[in-house]
């Protein structure tokens, strides 16, 4: 069986369970209809899912960027690998250093979206979209071309310096644009009403890939550009805390207007994505930044499919479940399009079931089950080249059981103060951390080989 013939035999083996039906069938029609939008070879351009209007036949850069997650959970990471490198192959300096928008079948710029080099659509978060999916990629896959392949290389340090210095004309270390631009260089995800000078998502993702090249640099053997890296993002934290803080209403600005006024209103993409990016490391401004969102939400279904990884990224476990039921509700406006059933199978693996990994032979799981929930539990689920099943009884106990692969270390969390594990019924004493956003967090660690389930119980 050749590798295509593989990657299809296995896309799709996940599987999800739980006791409540509606979310069984929701994660049943999200698995189905993101799978009709895979290809598995016979074009141009190699494996690729649709990540933009399904009539299109093509994928660009923010939904695939978005769809990442969903797509390793369904065993469509060769995929999502194949089509990141499509655009970091294609970076060029006769477009600015931006890539294409939008890649078609036929590994073609969409003509929709390309005229020449001079005059194409563009939203120069892109770029730095791409590196922070790489690292996030490298993690849950642990394939070190996310790290080391020359290609993507080139295009992230070509991001991080020609790029920034072609498009980031007034020096203050984000990248801007200008009317005289036209289509090509907008400064946010936003694609409503005016163009701003730049947006509050444009800080929050250049945050987010500056702290991706410094821990990929530091996996390298790069120490100081490791260091570099982290700095950039320090700096950036730092501003966008300060400059994009609105005191007197005790929230961000969403975007910066052409004359370097700040609009007040809320502007989605760049009031939301700042936080999935986690650009806000002050817990008074995280605080009062997710209850904005809270009342603001999304305008548009691709909005909406970013907010239940929002609210579970910082254990809002109620407000995330209910974003993800409405996303696999039936009766949603444009619930086909991709990036729905893709980024719910995503928020339903590393939100609600809550797993990570480290690159190498960590997987760590993190339940953040609705109160309304009793049980849920998903398996043959593909990480770190290993295939594994995950059940959660509430927020009380966890077990893993190994299915296919290589040992590995399991990082078994639970929110909140433990009074003690029991690690297969034997009492074990658990450590602490406390999240990046301010949250403590009780684990251990045990080691799994293949074929054995092991169970951790929580006593608070």
Known sequence: MNDVHDIRAKAGAVTFRSDDDALNEGFAWAKRQALAYAHFGGDAVGLWYEAALPEREAFCMRDVMHHSSGAA??????????????????????????????????????????DNDQDFWYNLPANFDLIETAWRQFLWTGDRDYIEDPVLCYFYNVTLTEYIDTWDRDRDGVLEYYPEYGRRGLATYNEAGQHPLAGGDMVGVQIAANRAAARMSELTGNPQASETYAAKAHSLERMYGSTWWNENQQRFYGMMLQDRSFADPYCAEGNFLPLYYGAVTRSDQLQKALHDLDTNGAPNVEGKTYLPDIYYRYGLARQAFRELKELVNPALERREYPEVSFCVVGAVATGLMGIAADGTDEISTLPQLDDSLAWAEIGELPVLGRTIQVRHERGEETCVTLQEGQDFTWKAAFQGNAEAFYHNGERIAPRTEITADGREIAFVTVLVKQGETHRITCRT
């Open 73 to 114: 959970a369904l065993g469509l990471s060769p995929h999502t690998k194949n089509m990141i490198k499509r655009f970091a192959e294609n970076i060029a300096a006769s477009r600015d250093w931006c890539t294409f928008w939008e890649i078609t079948k036929d590994n073609l710029p969409a003509a929709v979206d390309y």
